[in-house]
């Protein structure tokens, strides 16, 4: 009997946990193969593959080695002068006659959408191509068909002076019936058919190779007036209006919340059933009042400070998002779980209600405070309506959100879909980053703060 109810008991233990693994495959599979799409030079291809150039060990090296030897920076690559670089590809040829390659370095803008409008120096310009140069030919099977291995080396050389250039793209055209069978690395795609073998960079570095479209939008998303990275700017933009925000929800949530709690004054439950209500309102039906708000300068006190208006400016995105509703309740219901006891011995010792709420109450409220802080970060990062609203021009003070809304004109015209969905992923990061640092505070101060003792 004993055996049986321990057979049960692992048996339901372990539906348990596999459908705790079906759920997270099931939400983390999405993820993952957005991740994986967003360093493809081609996120679209179907169908689906998950071997591809770039989670390839001997393509890292590669890349490595190159941006190595172009640079001398195995991260980000490029070229240099006085660099010189050799590739080598093997192609598969019926013939017994070697194929006769076609190798060039096309005058190809670096860089599409936002960095199409930069005047940046083309490879071609600088750069000596050599070889193609036969090194081997050897009997060899392709499938069902019998050839010969033809390899070459080919060789890159920036003599004289000249800018360092951030990529060499490099074409190779084989005749009709020539396959491309290995390269140093591998090239980035095929052209017209299968006959040209096309690299972006032949000089990637690491970075540059495996991160490609997460490079390019750091690199290509550049100010006109300035030439400062926009995303750059828009990722220290949205750091720094989600770090003030949670400052003010924080400092201005607990003493509400505090004072709803534990302080008793006329009209207490009156101010608490409003702030309620206004929790239910969505901010779509007060956006346009809020926004003439903040046209006039808040009914005109701004001018009293030489300014017009408060559109266009973080004070007046700062100022109309201090605290939220949902803050001011998440603190008001921890506050009211502590003892009273506690407060009670502060206040025979002469402490005031200030004091015991900055040196006994909030000590105490470290999970409250976490989660608050981990909800606050998440909700001021992602947020993209009002900053929309409020943020038109210049390109500069966008946030990353709204910065991101640019790459779809700018970058979605021309199908170029990998660097929209590296940009996107990337905002996600530092999200996940708070959430697995900080995960413990969550929990905690979602369990305690929701049980009123």
Do not use: C
């Amino acid at each position: 009997m004993g055996k049986e109810a321990a057979r049960r008991r692992w048996a339901r233990v372990a539906w348990a946990y596999g459908l705790l693994l079906a759920f997270g495959v099931f939400f983390v599979g999405p993820f993952l193969m957005g991740f994986l799409a967003s360093l493809k030079a081609n996120p679209l291809e179907w169908p689906f593959t998950l071997g591809f150039a770039q989670v390839s060990p001997k393509n890292w090296a590669a890349a490595w080695r190159l941006g190595r030897e172009g640079a001398g920076d195995p991260w980000l690559g490029g070229m240099r002068p006085g660099r010189r670089v050799a590739l080598e590809v093997a192609y598969f040829f019926p013939g017994e006659e070697a194929p006769s390659l076609l190798a060039q370095i096309p005058r190809r803008k670096p860089g599409a959408g936002m960095g199409a409008v930069f005047e940046a120096p083309y490879a071609a310009d600088f750069v000596r191509l050599g070889g193609p140069k036969l090194l081997e030919r050897r009997p060899f099977r392709l499938g069902e068909a019998e050839g010969f291995l033809y390899r070459y080396r080919l060789e890159l050389a920036y003599e004289g002076a000249g800018p360092y250039l951030e990529r060499v793209p490099l074409d190779l055209e084989a005749p009709r019936g020539a396959v491309l069978v290995a390269a140093t690395l591998d090239p980035t795609r095929f052209e017209r058919r299968g006959r040209v073998a096309s690299w972006d960079n032949a000089v990637p570095g690491l970075l540059g190779y495996v991160f490609h479209n997460y490079v390019r939008a750091f690199r290509e998303t550049r100010s006109l007036e300035t030439g400062e990275s926009l995303f750059l700017r828009w990722t220290f933009n949205s750091f720094l209006l989600a770090l003030l925000k949670i400052a003010t929800t924080l400092v201005f949530a607990s003493m509400a919340g505090y004072a709803l709690a534990r302080l008793r004054f006329p009209g207490r439950q009156a101010l608490f059933l409003f702030m309620l209500f206004s929790m239910m309102v969505p901010g779509q039906v007060t956006f346009i009042s809020n926004y003439l708000v903040l046209r006039d300068g808040i009914f005109g006190l701004s001018r009293l400070f030489g300014a017009e208006t408060l559109l266009n400016t973080y004070t007046g995105l700062i100022l109309s998002g201090l605290v939220g509703a949902g803050a001011v309740f998440i603190m008001k219901q921890f506050f009211e779980s502590i003892p009273k006891e506690v407060e009670e011995a502060a206040l025979i010792d002469g402490a005031t209600p200030v004091q015991t709420l900055f040196r006994i109450v909030l000590p105490m409220s470290t999970p409250a405070l976490g989660a608050l802080a981990i909800l606050t970060f998440q909700g001021a990062w992602n947020d993209f309506f009002w900053p929309f609203v409020v943020l038109t021009s210049p390109r500069e003070i966008y946030t990353l959100p709204v910065g991101l809304l640019s790459f779809r004109s700018a970058y979605g015209q021309v199908g170029d879909w990998g660097l929209i969905l590296a940009g996107g992923f990337f905002s996600m990061i530092p999200v996940l980053i708070l959430f697995a640092v900080f995960q413990r505070y969550f929990v905690e101060g979602v369990s305690v703060g929701a049980v009123k003792e």
